[in-house]
């Protein structure tokens, strides 16, 4: 199975600091369709996960615009440019290009 | 609004079964692949399989990690989904979703205990 490596494990951060969690597959997400199935959704504490972006970069529409992803192949990037106190909970990165899907262990971002 | 509502957890023996429950709404069900995913508590999401839509047949795939224990089905005539796992395991402890790609269910608690 894809093993999908987090960074950091956690975060402090203040309101209105920006934010920046790593994410690493074992094996290049490019697939043989040309995309790259890596998609990060965020759990709120007591709730069930959220969506937040899909094939790398691309936000659903529900999404604020202070989220953005990056990446390619093996590395990726979740930035949120100000972190709001909506924004609080654990961030996990997971892909879908290779069978099974898996997730990474997740980044709990909490509010200093 | 996509609305899915899962059902049917508790608590069950080892080597007992249980047969969770997921209430599609607000889609037309028979478009969409259908997954179960599940979480232990404090650990990441495990992706544990799928059944496809209609235009593929309503097959399924598991994760090896329950491939021959678990077995996903639908009812497409009441938009249900259905998670039957059996043999059960003190490590199949978690909340159980269902999920239509990128929108995921409340959960249902599973524990395994005696």
């Known amino acids: 199975d894809v093993v999908m490596t987090q960074t950091p494990v956690s975060l402090s951060l203040a309101i209105g600091q920006p934010a920046s969690i790593s994410c690493k597959s074992s094996?290049?997400?490019?697939?043989?369709?040309?995309?790259?199935?890596l998609n990060w959704i965020l759990q709120r504490p007591g709730q069930s996960p959220k969506r937040l972006i899909y094939q790398v970069s691309k936000l659903y529409s529900e999404v604020p615009d202070r989220f953005s992803g990056s990446g390619s192949e093996t590395e990726f990037t979740l930035k949120i440019s100000r972190v709001e106190a909506e924004d609080l909970g654990v961030y996990y990165c997971?892909?879908?290009?290779?069978?099974?899907?898996?997730f990474g262990a997740g980044t709990k971002l909490e509010l200093k | 609004e996509v609305k899915l509502l899962e059902s049917g957890g508790g608590l069950v023996q080892p080597g007992g079964s249980m047969r969770l429950s997921c209430a599609a709404s607000?889609?037309?069900?028979?478009?969409?692949?259908m997954n179960w995913i599940r979480q232990p508590a404090g650990k990441a999401p495990e992706w544990l399989g799928f059944i496809r839509n209609k235009a593929n047949g309503y097959t399924t795939e598991y994760n090896p990690s329950v491939k021959g224990r678990f077995t996903i089905s639908r009812d497409n005539t009441q938009n249900m989904l259905y998670l039957q796992m059996n043999t059960l395991r003190a490590e199949d402890t978690a909340t159980y979703y269902c999920?239509?790609?990128?929108?995921w269910g409340q959960g249902v608690m599973v524990t395994v205990s005696s």
């Open positions: 999920a239509r790609g990128s929108y």
């Open positions: 997971w892909q879908g290009t290779h069978f099974p899907d898996t």
């Open positions: 607000g889609f037309t069900f028979t478009d969409f692949y």
């Open positions: 094996q290049s997400l490019l697939g043989t369709s040309g995309k790259t199935f």
